[in-house]
C-alpha cells in the first residue's frame, strides 16, 4: 500500500459533504515523503509527454506540483485566487472556479507572461472531486494556445464526476489514490488510477 493510502486511512478525517480532511499530511502541515512519492509516480506517468510547464491552483496544489516539477526539471506556475499589487497593470488570463469546499464561485488569474503556445502543461491538484478547479485550468491554458498533457490528481473521489467532466473535455486523468465511498465515515479505495 502506498504511503498516501496508509496515511490517509490512519489520519484522514471524514468530514460532512464527503470532504476529507488530510491537514495533518497534506493540506496544511504537509509529510515532504508522502508528497514526494506522489510527484515521483505522477513524473513516471507522464514522462515522456514533452512537458514544459506544470500548472496548479492555490494554495493546496502548490506543495505536490512544485515536486512535481521539480522531478521533471521545468516551471510550477499556479493560478491565484486574487490579483496582488504587483499584479495590477499585467496581462491577465482570468477564468472563473467554484470552490468544492468553500461553494464560491471566484475569478483565478495568471499572468500571460508565464503560459504560451508553446508551452505542454500537466495540471496538478490535490483533490479531485467535481472537477471545477482542473476545467477552469484546462480554460486558462486554452487561453495561452497551450496545450494539455494531462492532469495529475493525489486524491480522486471516484463518486464524484470530476474524472468524466475532464476525460470530456479532452484531458487524461491520472491519481494516485482513488476513494469511492466515504460512507459512513468510512474510507473504501477504488482500484486503479
Ligand atoms: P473540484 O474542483 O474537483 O470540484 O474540487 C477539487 C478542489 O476542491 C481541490 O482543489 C481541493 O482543494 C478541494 N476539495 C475537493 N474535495 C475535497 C476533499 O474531500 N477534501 C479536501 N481537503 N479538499 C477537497
Same mark, same amino acid.
Given at each position: $500500500?502506498?504511503?498516501?493510502?496508509?496515511?490517509?486511512?490512519?489520519?484522514?478525517? /471524514?468530514?460532512?459533504?464527503? /470532504?476529507?480532511?488530510?491537514?495533518?499530511?497534506?493540506?496544511?502541515?504537509?509529510?515532504?515523503? @508522502?508528497?514526494?512519492?506522489?510527484?515521483?509516480?505522477?513524473?513516471?506517468?507522464?514522462?515522456?509527454?514533452? #512537458?514544459?510547464? @506544470?500548472?496548479? =491552483? !492555490?494554495?493546496?496544489?502548490?506543495?505536490? +506540483?512544485?515536486?512535481?516539477?521539480?522531478? &521533471?526539471? /521545468?516551471? $510550477?506556475? &499556479?493560478?491565484?485566487?486574487? *490579483?496582488?499589487?504587483? $499584479?495590477?497593470? +499585467?496581462?491577465?488570463? @482570468?477564468?472563473?472556479?467554484?470552490?468544492?469546499?468553500?461553494? #464560491?464561485?471566484?475569478?483565478?488569474?495568471i499572468s500571460q507572461q508565464y503560459l504560451n503556445e508553446d508551452d505542454v502543461v500537466? #495540471?496538478?491538484?490535490?483533490?479531485?472531486?467535481?472537477?471545477?478547479?482542473?476545467?477552469?485550468?484546462?480554460?486558462? @491554458?486554452?487561453? +495561452?494556445?497551450?496545450? *494539455? +498533457?494531462?492532469?495529475? =490528481?493525489?486524491?480522486?473521489?471516484? &463518486?464524484?464526476?470530476?474524472?468524466?467532466?475532464?476525460?470530456?473535455?479532452?484531458? !487524461? /486523468?491520472?491519481? =494516485?489514490?482513488?476513494?469511492?465511498?466515504?460512507?459512513?465515515?468510512?474510507?473504501?479505495?477504488?482500484?486503479?488510477?
Amino acid at each position: $500500500m502506498s504511503n498516501l493510502k496508509e496515511r490517509i486511512l490512519k489520519d484522514g478525517q /471524514v468530514f460532512p459533504n464527503n /470532504v476529507l480532511k488530510v491537514d495533518s499530511f497534506l493540506n496544511h502541515q504537509i509529510d515532504p515523503t @508522502v508528497v514526494k512519492e506522489i510527484a515521483t509516480e505522477i513524473h513516471k506517468h507522464f514522462a515522456d509527454r514533452g #512537458i514544459t510547464k @506544470v500548472f496548479t =491552483i !492555490e494554495a493546496s496544489g502548490i506543495a505536490p +506540483a512544485i515536486l512535481v516539477a521539480a522531478a &521533471f526539471e /521545468v516551471p $510550477m506556475l &499556479f493560478a491565484k485566487k486574487s *490579483v496582488p499589487s504587483t $499584479m495590477h497593470g +499585467a496581462d491577465k488570463y @482570468v477564468t472563473k472556479v467554484h470552490s468544492y469546499t468553500k461553494d #464560491i464561485t471566484s475569478d483565478v488569474i495568471i499572468s500571460q507572461q508565464y503560459l504560451n503556445e508553446d508551452d505542454v502543461v500537466l #495540471i496538478i491538484d490535490d483533490f479531485l472531486a467535481n472537477g471545477e478547479a482542473s476545467i477552469g485550468l484546462i480554460d486558462l @491554458v486554452k487561453q +495561452a494556445g497551450a496545450k *494539455v +498533457a494531462g492532469v495529475g =490528481i493525489c486524491i480522486e473521489k471516484t &463518486f464524484q464526476p470530476g474524472r468524466q467532466r475532464l476525460e470530456e473535455a479532452g484531458a !487524461e /486523468v491520472y491519481s =494516485i489514490c482513488r476513494i469511492a465511498s466515504l460512507e459512513d465515515g468510512q474510507v473504501t479505495f477504488a482500484e486503479g488510477n
